[in-house]
């Protein structure tokens, strides 16, 4: 099946679509050049710059069918990082662009991730459900589904929206797939067991994670927890808070590296983010679907297909 890939980020939604041998991703496109870089030293030649809403003008050409589109809009207008009372902006019409560019190629299967925020913030919910209405509209039926990374092998507590459609389906036909092939995980410990892969505290017991809108207290985490949810944003150790996890800095490592939070991201460590800066890096780690959920997401949709 030929794959199209819309705001693919460095890669992590694409990663099973690449692995599976039913897939052939030909073309992923994303404005941000340093994600480009990133997913064309893991994949080459297969990414390129784009403003992906150009792919909807009338004079753009896609030179090939896709048999499947995915993608995963820019969700920062819609995330719990962001407060609950602002009204979405620019960005957020970025799943309508997704949207329309399902129903230009119409493909018979597409994808498309997002946080769960956006089926209750400020006009979030209107975006989801004139999408959803498009979408049936133009024939597809949608699986829509919120889903804890952690049961498909992901040690966080991240949460997404993933919605399937197939042209020509029916709603939530994709429910028992996705749910027979639950991987679930309880601690970044149980992860590694399971999957003969290493978090390297470095000798610490706990870590230190600072999320912005957490920022007084769940910030310290040791391998027998789920991670919080990894963001793009992290910063060093300035003080703890009483209900942290650990009081006692000797045991805390406090200023982990991306290559940390891309092993927690399920990122194999084959995976090369290249000479970027750290903080480039975790920008790219922070936006990416966790590998190891792509990786079953694609079998699901290859093992219906077959």
Excluded: W
């Excluded at 993608?71 to 009372?85: L, M, N, T, V, W």
């Amino acid at each position: 099946m030929k794959v199209l890939s819309l705001f693919c980020g460095c890669g992590g939604l694409d990663f099973g679509f690449h692995e599976h041998p039913s897939f052939s991703v030909l073309k992923s496109y994303d404005k941000n050049a340093n994600a480009v870089h990133v997913y064309n030293l893991n994949y080459p030649g297969t990414a390129e710059v784009l403003n992906v809403p150009d792919i909807i003008l009338p004079e753009f050409s896609l030179h090939f069918k896709p048999n499947i589109i995915i993608g995963g809009p820019p969700c920062q207008e819609f995330s719990a990082a962001r407060g609950k009372h602002k009204t979405p902006g620019e960005r957020a019409n970025m799943s309508t662009v997704f949207r329309n560019a399902v129903l230009r190629y119409m493909p018979e299967f597409f994808v498309m991730e997002n946080v769960p925020q956006m089926l209750t913030t400020r006009g979030g919910k209107d975006i989801h459900e004139a999408n959803v209405q498009a979408f049936r509209e133009g024939g597809y039926g949608l699986t829509v589904l919120k889903v804890k990374m952690s049961e498909y092998n992901v040690p966080q507590t991240r949460q997404r929206l993933i919605i399937i459609g197939r042209h020509g389906g029916s709603d939530n036909e994709f429910v028992e797939e996705m749910e027979r092939e639950k991987a679930p995980v309880i601690s970044m410990q149980d992860y590694m067991q399971k999957n003969d892969r290493i978090i390297d505290f470095k000798g610490k017991k706990y870590a230190y994670i600072r999320r912005p809108f957490h920022k007084d207290c769940n910030n310290v985490f040791c391998a027998e927890d789920l991670c919080p949810t990894v963001t793009t944003v992290h910063s060093p150790l300035s003080h703890l808070h009483s209900k942290d996890k650990c009081q006692d800095k000797n045991l805390i490592l406090e200023d982990p590296q991306s290559a940390f939070f891309a092993a927690i991201q399920t990122f194999p460590p084959s995976f090369d983010f290249g000479d970027l800066h750290e903080f480039s890096k975790m920008k790219l780690i922070g936006n990416a679907v966790p590998p190891a959920f792509s990786t079953i997401l694609a079998r699901v949709i290859a093992d219906f297909k077959n």
